[in-house]
């Protein structure tokens, strides 16, 4: 799949439930979503023709040993009886064994989903520091050069596949350059050194004071995350471009010029308090895109994250592997839209 | 050339003279209004060229895409007889790329018409019906939108088998739930406005509603929308053939082009970049094409 | 101060030096630790009872120790003693008994005795998981393994159903699953009468020459030495393989220092690294063989002239030559190179026309077949170069790509008209590949014995089986050989399997790196003779 946040413009759940309402519609409506996506994964994992028994015993098994390990997954009960128990024991914060590696999903996800966090949050970053400022520029110099450059700067981040932009950017920047490290999160010998508590190599190596291991795992992160910055600066800037001439040519903007405000005062104490709320929407959007882990990027980068994961869980028909995952990424959404719903009620003036 | 005159005068008019008079004069303005814009311009030229190519495949290749030699495999850039070089199997890329705009164009259109138009039917139904139907049909688009888009495909795909048809059934049902959203947005504010009102006093259902009256007024905004997507589709298409599955071998599908060639990216760099440039500038094309329809077709967007 | 402030602070300042301070050197591992990096994405258990993937069989065969072991440093001069210092065979030649090594201990402290290879070998059985018909071949079973595997004072007997070539049992003793585990620490890790399988699969309790560290699934495996080690102390004292999908990637990491041994390079990319400096490719044969199979319970198929026909289709000196140059070589013979009675016969090469002749002879004109691979691309590739040269003769091939799950479960169901697939030995005997190859004693639906390659494709060998079942029992080494070169000669011609390719495997390594053996055609990769 596409990494860029281009495909589908998630838009926030707001229209559904209004701040009128009691919050338990919100919580509701949460937990009927949640519920639907599991039931839809658990569906699609028992109609993938892939053998989950197989995926466990191997090519040479014997038809004993199949037949055994058929009945010891609980396959032979209905499809509703086993969706049941799946979901008392998630309810209970059990996502079950991975039958893969024989170890607890959940604790496969606490592994891969913190080095998704991790390129994601330095990604949107980029994505922001940059996207932002770009689209204002492009918006109040419309038709200028700049704004042309940032068209074109956007619209090339939107077509361009990104495996052969990480396979070439990996090509150059280590094997010719040298400037940044290669693929996976650490130089092996970094590795185990610091203590893991959050997971996150940066966030864990700045806690230990080892800037060593700090300074090696981000010359191995700056790539695969400005990468995705710039899949995120392309789709902030363009959207920050069009809500900002939405904004200069609203009536109160005429009026603060007339007053004789500076062009730089209107634009970022007037039109900017503006459109934050939206862009926010924005953001967090690109933000829960990211978060679903870029399974093209990860590959290229040896990056164990949630995407690589979830994918090698599927095609290998680890079902428990790819429904805690998908039940992570469906949650990290859900709370993101949640999150920027509430930031809406909050700094709209309209909305109150 | 006075006929032309008077044809521009009367498709300029102020003044319409009938309903089809007033519809042609606004399409002959938007028309206008993208002409100016040289960047869609390009875009469209590009894509009417990407057209041209796929229609006269047989007649451009200048081998049979399929014809395999062995002994004279990875072939540089402009090699005798191969201008593009040859893959691992001594196939001809120029070949392959030409043949391989015609998978491109498959999936597109396959996908343009089947995304947004269930995107389309689920939105306005929910929005006109409201009540019980939107909140259930809006629970569905929510369940979908949270899903993992990469999960739903490749899960789709790994059921329902590798193929091109398939790939294009996945990203479907990956792609029509934003359309079922701005629909719905759309119904919203259509459904309340007095014409339709007027027209309901007149007597119509509401599947004349939706149908006549509704739908066309979403059309818009939808291919605005569908046009920017057409990269996202057609890069999504191609990662698919990236993760081999997509089209099956030796299908000469783009993305599937750049997973054969990535194995020689260091040496043979041009197998992979050459299939890579083709996505790339159908993607922008389309990109600068959706870009000019939004500052015509979607005046909220304060382009203008 | 409190963590926040240190991690805000702490963040800043590590930004500002990791900007302006990116080394441009090449960088190099440290000189007591070995750096591989491989695809290890098939690794799904590290329970010598139950893996059965490669990447597990190299570390593996580096954490335990076996009764009899090969020596990487002489693989041809084949087993020899390890934990067992020394073995007799019984006067019927159906009971084997060991007598253990003295003084060698666990990585636990425990010493290694003779009820820990009980143990060890009943577990195997009774857990019964894939690769337990390795010894289940010798008719154990879970309810005759007190009798026929046993521990006395520091002897270990078995005893098998039949007489048996003593090479032949022991050949198999030196699989993973011949690997001896620490008793009191695995019964000390067991939950619900699993014979400590899940603590097993994710940790480690031998005598080797390592102990697991870690391994997290697609990410790692981490090996520290055991300084304790008989043989004594390794000299690298951890060992870490990498997971690194692409090719391109290994070479990146090869060519900057940063891994010392690169063992999925592709032909492309060996070539380029070749040139690179500091580094040395190298050549090992290996057991994998390439095969294409025809099913014959597809009607025209199982004609003997079609499936001859085939065999005249595939052009293995082009594919040799070009995309698989240096890493496959043609073989037509279902035993590998250097094992015992294999034969470098190689009668068949690409002729369209004789192909041609063949199929008119059998009636057969244009027809269409589904032809499964899984998705690995020197495979697609080969699948490719075939449905050309079928083409030539009005055969449409339909290439069916899949995960390996997918092909796998269609072809074990026999549904697949045509396989392309690969095939490596379990253990050092020509049994291991006779013994599906040429073997199905029963061809039924019913049998369902989808462990057997003739099995799959339906095929009922011929009167092969017998033969298979008499050489596996002659004791006469050169006797025992000559039966398997006449299997050999009949299945080439007869047999429904177009054996095409064995492996070479190349790596590309530091040229600072050396002793490390891969394994050759029998065994897998030792990392305790490694020096740099």
């Given at each position: 799949m596409a990494d860029a946040p281009v495909t589908t413009e998630r838009r926030s759940?707001?229209?559904?439930?209004?701040?009128?309402?009691?919050i338990v519609f919100t919580l509701g409506s949460v937990a009927v979503t949640m519920l639907g996506l599991l039931f839809v994964t658990f569906i699609i994992g028992r109609v993938m023709p892939i053998d989950p028994v197989l995926a466990v015993?191997?090519?040479?098994?014997s038809q004993e040993a199949y037949d055994a390990t058929y009945k010891a997954m609980g396959l032979d009960q209905p499809l509703l009886v086993q969706f049941f128990y799946y979901l008392t024991d998630v309810l209970r914060g059990d996502f079950g064994?991975?039958?893969?590696?024989?170890?607890p999903v959940s604790e496969d996800i606490a592994r891969v989903f913190p080095a998704t966090l991790e390129l994601a949050t330095i990604g949107i970053i980029i994505g922001v520091v940059l996207g932002v400022p770009l689209g204002v520029v492009a918006a109040v110099k419309r038709g200028s050069w700049i704004d042309q450059i940032a068209r074109v700067v956007a619209l090339v981040g939107y077509s361009m596949p990104i495996f052969w932009l990480g396979l070439m950017g990996l090509l150059v920047?280590?094997?010719?350059?040298?400037?940044v490290g290669g693929p996976?999160?650490?130089d092996i010998f970094y590795e185990d050194i610091v203590p893991a508590r959050t997971g996150m190599i940066l966030v864990d190596s700045a806690i230990a004071g080892d800037w060593s291991v700090f300074r090696n795992a981000f010359s191995h992160i700056v790539l695969p995350a400005s990468l995705l910055g710039y899949y995120s600066l392309a789709y902030i800037s363009r959207m920050t471009r069009s809500f900002m001439l939405e904004q200069l040519s609203a009536e109160y903007v005429t009026t603060a010029r007339v007053k004789g405000m500076s062009e730089w005062a209107v634009i970022w104490v007037h039109v900017f308090k503006n459109i934050r709320v939206q862009l926010i929407t924005v953001i967090a959007l690109s933000y829960a895109n990211l978060l679903e882990g870029s399974v093209l990027t990860e590959i290229i980068f040896s990056w164990p994250g949630i995407g690589s994961y979830i994918t090698t869980s599927l095609l290998s028909a680890d079902m428990n592997a790819v429904l805690g995952g998908t039940v992570v990424v469906g949650l990290v959404f859900i709370v993101l839209n949640v999150f920027s719903d509430l930031l809406y009620r909050v700094f709209d003036p309209r909305s109150k | 050339m006075s006929d032309v005159q008077t044809m521009r005068a009367w498709l300029l008019t102020?003044?319409?003279?009938s309903r089809r008079h007033a519809k042609l004069a606004s399409l002959y303005k938007g028309w206008l209004t993208l002409r100016s814009n040289t960047m869609a311009m390009f875009g469209l030229a590009i894509l009417v060229f990407l057209g041209l190519v796929a229609l006269f495949a047989p007649l451009l290749a200048?081998?049979?895409?399929m014809a395999q030699d062995l002994g004279n495999?990875?072939?540089?850039?402009?090699a005798e007889g191969h201008l593009l070089g040859t893959d691992s199997l001594g196939r001809d890329i120029l070949s392959r790329l030409i043949y391989g705009s015609r998978i491109t164009l498959y999936i597109v259109a396959l996908v343009a018409l089947i995304a947004p138009i269930a995107g389309l039917l689920v939105g306005t139904v929910s929005g006109y019906a409201g009540g019980w139907v939107d909140v259930v049909l809006m629970r569905i688009t929510d369940i979908f939108l949270a899903f993992p888009r990469l999960v739903l495909a490749l899960a789709f795909v790994a059921a329902l088998g590798a193929g091109i048809e398939n790939a294009v059934l996945a990203i479907s049902l990956t792609a029509w739930p934003p359309y079922a959203r701005i629909a719905r947005a759309e119904t919203l504010t259509i459904r309340s406005s007095d014409y339709i009102s007027a027209i309901r006093l007149q007597g119509a259902g509401p599947l004349r509603i939706i149908m006549k009256h509704i739908w066309p007024l979403c059309i818009s905004s939808l291919i605005v929308r569908v046009t920017l997507d057409m990269a996202g589709i057609i890069l999504a298409a191609a990662g698919l053939g990236f993760l081999?599955?997509?089209?099956?071998?030796?299908?000469?599908e783009w993305g599937a082009m750049i997973a054969e060639g990535r194995r020689f990216?260091?040496?043979?760099?041009?197998v992979a970049t050459m299939p890579g440039l083709a996505i790339f500038t159908v993607s922008l094309a389309f990109n600068l094409l959706g870009d000019g329809l939004r500052d015509v077709l979607d005046p909220k967007d304060g382009n203008q | 101060m409190n963590a926040l402030n240190r991690l805000l602070t702490g963040a800043a300042l590590g930004f500002a030096v990791a900007v302006t301070a990116v080394p441009a050197v090449v960088a190099e591992t440290p000189p007591n630790m070995l750096v591989i990096a491989h695809?290890?994405?098939?690794?799904?258990?590290?329970?010598p009872a139950e893996s059965f993937e490669i990447a597990a069989s190299d570390a593996l065969r580096n954490m335990y120790g076996k009764l009899v072991n090969l020596d990487p440093e002489d693989l041809s001069a084949g087993y020899s003693p390890d934990l067992a210092e020394s073995w007799e065979v019984s006067e019927d030649g159906r009971t084997i008994t060991f007598t253990m090594r003295e003084g060698i201990t666990f990585h636990s402290g425990n010493p290694v005795r003779a009820e820990d290879a009980e143990f060890s070998l009943r577990r195997a059985i009774l857990m019964d998981?894939?690769?337990?018909f390795i010894l289940k071949?010798?008719?154990?079973t879970p309810e005759n393994v007190e009798e026929t595997i046993k521990a006395e004072g520091n002897k270990l007997s078995i005893t098998t159903d039949k007489r048996y070539a003593t090479s032949f049992v022991l050949n198999c003793l030196?699989?993973?699953?011949?690997s001896i585990v620490d008793k009191e620490l695995v019964m000390a890790n067991e939950?619900?009468?699993?014979?400590g399988n899940t603590w097993l699969k994710t940790n480690s309790g031998g005598s080797g020459a390592y102990k697991l560290q870690s391994w997290k699934p697609n990410e790692s495996i981490s090996l520290q030495a055991n300084p304790d080690f008989y043989k004594g102390a390794?000299?690298?004292?951890r060992v870490i393989v990498r997971h690194v999908v692409e090719s391109a990637s290994q070479r990146l990491l090869l060519e900057r220092g940063d891994?010392?041994?690169?063992?999925?390079?592709n032909p492309e990319d060996i070539a380029g690294a070749s040139?690179?400096?500091?580094v040395v490719i190298e050549d090992e044969l290996r057991g994998r063989l390439m095969y294409m199979a025809l099913n014959q319970k597809h009607p025209e198929l199982s004609k003997p002239e079609v499936r001859q026909a085939f065999k005249y289709l595939v052009d293995y000196a082009g594919m040799q030559n070009s995309f698989l140059k240096g890493q496959y070589t043609t073989h037509q013979n279902f035993l590998p190179k250097?094992?015992?009675?294999?034969v470098d016969e190689?009668?068949?090469?690409?002729d369209i026309e004789k192909a041609k002749a063949l199929l008119e002879e059998a009636g057969v004109g244009e027809m269409e077949l589904e032809i499964g691979v899984r998705e690995a691309q020197e495979r697609i590739e080969i699948a490719q170069a075939f449905q050309n040269s079928a083409a030539q003769v009005g055969i449409k091939i339909n290439i069916t790509v899949g995960t390996s799950k997918q092909i796998l479960a269609r072809y074990r169901a026999r549904e697949l008209d045509v396989y392309v697939g690969a095939w490596g030995p379990d253990?050092?005997?020509?049994?291991?590949?006779a013994g599906t190859?040429?073997?199905?004693?029963d061809n039924s639906?019913?049998?369902?014995?989808?462990?057997?390659l003739a099995w799959r494709n339906g095929w009922d060998t011929g009167g092969l089986t017998e033969m298979v079942d008499a050489a596996v029992v002659e004791g006469d080494r050169e006797k025992r050989a000559q039966m398997y070169r006449d299997i050999q000669a009949q299945f080439r011609e007869t047999?429904?399997?177009?054996?095409m390719f064995q492996l070479t495997e190349q790596i590309g390594r530091q040229?600072?790196?050396?002793?490390?053996?891969?394994?050759?055609?029998?065994t897998n990769a030792a990392y305790w003779t490694v020096t740099k």
């Open positions: 759940t707001a229209p559904l439930f209004s701040w009128a309402k009691p015993l191997g090519e040479r098994a064994m991975s039958i893969l590696n024989a170890r920047f280590y094997g010719i350059l040298g400037w996976g999160r650490l | 102020d003044t319409p003279s200048p081998y049979d895409w495999r990875l072939q540089p850039l402009g081999g599955l997509g089209a099956q071998p030796p299908s000469p990216i260091l040496d043979h760099w041009w | 695809r290890i994405d098939d690794l799904t258990s590290m329970d998981k894939t690769p337990a071949q010798f008719g154990f030196t699989a993973t699953i011949g939950v619900d009468g699993d014979f390794p000299a690298m004292e891994v010392d041994v690169a063992r999925n390079l040139s690179a400096e500091g250097t094992y015992l009675g294999a190689n009668p068949f090469s690409l253990y050092p005997d020509p049994h291991t590949n190859f040429a073997y199905n004693p639906d019913e049998a369902n014995a989808t462990g057997l047999s429904p399997f177009i054996v040229e600072n790196v050396s002793g490390l053996s891969l394994g050759g055609p029998i």
